[in-house]
C-alpha cells in the first residue's frame, strides 16, 4: 500500500489538481470578509482578463452550463456588479461586462491571490517559480494542440481511435 501511496504523491496531475484545491480553499478563506462564493469571484476573474464576452463564450472558458451561468449572472447583476449589453454582432446574444463597483474588490482580490502565491511558493527561488509555471503553460499548451487536434480529426474518444484504426486495417488489407 506505501508504494501506490508513494507514486500517487508524485503523479502529476494529482500533484495539480490537489494544490490547484488547497489554492482555492485557502483563496476562499482569505476573501471571505468581500462575501462572494468560489464560482462568483471565477466569473468575476475571468470578465476582469477578458470583458465583454458573450454569456455562451464565458460558459465555454468556466466549462459550465449555459443555464447555472445564467443564473449566476443574475445575481452578480443583481448586486450591481455585472451588467448585460446586447451584442451589436448577434440580437439573440448578451454580452457581460464588470461595473465600477467590483473593480476595487477585485484589485482586493488579485492581491490575495499575490500574497496567496507568495506564501504557497515560500522557499523556492523566483527562477524555479518561473520554471513551473513555464513547465505549466507548456503542459497547457499541449493539451490544448491535443484536445485541437481531436476536434479536426473528428476524434472523440477511445471509440473512434479504434474505429479509424479497425478501418485502416481494413484498408490494408484490401490492398
Known amino acids: 500500500m506505501k508504494r501506490q501511496e508513494d507514486r500517487l504523491e508524485r503523479n502529476p496531475g494529482y500533484l495539480v489538481n490537489d494544490v490547484a484545491r488547497l489554492l482555492r480553499r485557502e483563496f476562499d478563506r482569505r476573501v471571505k470578509h468581500i462575501g462572494l462564493t468560489r464560482s462568483q469571484w471565477?466569473?468575476?476573474?475571468?470578465?476582469?482578463?477578458?470583458d465583454g464576452r458573450t454569456q455562451r463564450a464565458l460558459a465555454d472558458e468556466l466549462d459550465m452550463?449555459?443555464?447555472?451561468?445564467?443564473?449566476?449572472i443574475d445575481r452578480l447583476?443583481?448586486?450591481?456588479?455585472?451588467?448585460?449589453?446586447?451584442s451589436p454582432e448577434d440580437r439573440r446574444a448578451n454580452l457581460v461586462f464588470l461595473t465600477d463597483k467590483i473593480v476595487p474588490l477585485i484589485e482586493d482580490m488579485r492581491a490575495a491571490a499575490d500574497n496567496l502565491y507568495k506564501d504557497a511558493f515560500k522557499g523556492l527561488s523566483p527562477e524555479r517559480?518561473?520554471?513551473?509555471?513555464e513547465a505549466l503553460t507548456i503542459a497547457k499548451s499541449n493539451l490544448?494542440?491535443?484536445?485541437?487536434?481531436?476536434?479536426?480529426?473528428?476524434?472523440?474518444?477511445?471509440?473512434?481511435l479504434d474505429r479509424v484504426q479497425r478501418?485502416?486495417?481494413?484498408?490494408?488489407?484490401?490492398?
Open 144 to 160: 490544448i494542440d491535443l484536445g485541437a487536434e481531436q476536434v479536426e480529426h473528428g476524434f472523440s474518444g477511445v471509440d473512434d
Open 42 to 50: 471565477f466569473v468575476l476573474a475571468h470578465l476582469y482578463r477578458n
Open 129 to 133: 517559480v518561473e520554471d513551473f509555471i
Open 77 to 86: 447583476e443583481e448586486t450591481g456588479w455585472l451588467r448585460r449589453a446586447p
Open 167 to 175: 478501418k485502416a486495417a481494413k484498408n490494408e488489407a484490401k490492398r
Open 65 to 72: 452550463e449555459p443555464a447555472p451561468l445564467g443564473r449566476l
